[in-house]
């Protein structure tokens, strides 16, 4: 490859890092071709993009940008496949589904700014909560107070407006 395709290849890899907020270096090598076609699949349809990128490329591309990425170097070694994603735990989610014996393996993963290094990393990314499922339980929690008081005083009404009506009855 010319120096010009490398340097079109490299910018190319550092805008799809830039386009997406998380991203996994994974090994699919033990992977047969149906494995593979079948894991490709499930990418697509979890809005996952999958690609097989050389270390070097990925290396200089993660070097071009402004973030320091440098803790995943040692985790390029061997085939790197990268799955691109804007939500944080669902490669983890099907990795683990489609995992079987450790494949595909987990190198390293890029998640909500944070660095998971080895496979041993895969619970805890599953386990890794999206912005807004963050808001969501913050809201949930802020909602939980105001609804015990409403249910109080409905309560509290219900019950002064049967002493009166019985009250009344008498």
């Known amino acids: 490859m010319i120096k010009e395709d490398k ?6 890899i550092a805008e799809t890092v830039k386009q997406y907020s998380h991203f996994y ?14 894991l490709r699949r499930k990418c697509f349809n979890s809005d996952i993009k999958l690609l097989v990128i050389k270390n070097a490329l990925l290396q200089k591309a993660l070097e071009s940008l402004e973030v320091d990425y440098s803790p995943l170097f ?8 990268v799955m691109f994603t804007n939500v944080g735990n669902a490669p983890a989610k099907l ?19 944070s660095f998971y290094i080895g496979a041993d990393q895969l619970e805890a990314l599953i386990s890794v909560k999206s912005k807004n ?3 969501a339980d913050v809201i949930a929690l802020l909602q939980s107070p105001a609804k015990n008081v ?13 002493v009166l009506k019985t009250l009344a009855e008498r």
């Open 150 to 162: 409403i249910s109080a005083l409905q309560s509290g009404g219900n019950t002064i407006h049967g």
């Open 7 to 12: 340097n079109a290849v490299i910018s190319q």
């Open 74 to 81: 040692g985790s390029l070694k061997g085939a790197t496949s």
């Open 95 to 113: 990795i683990k589904e489609v995992g079987k014996e450790g494949i595909p393996g987990l190198k390293a993963a890029y998640v909500e700014e």
């Open 25 to 38: 270096l994974v090994d699919l090598t033990a992977m047969n071709a149906a494995a593979t076609s079948n």
């Open 133 to 135: 499922e963050v808001i």
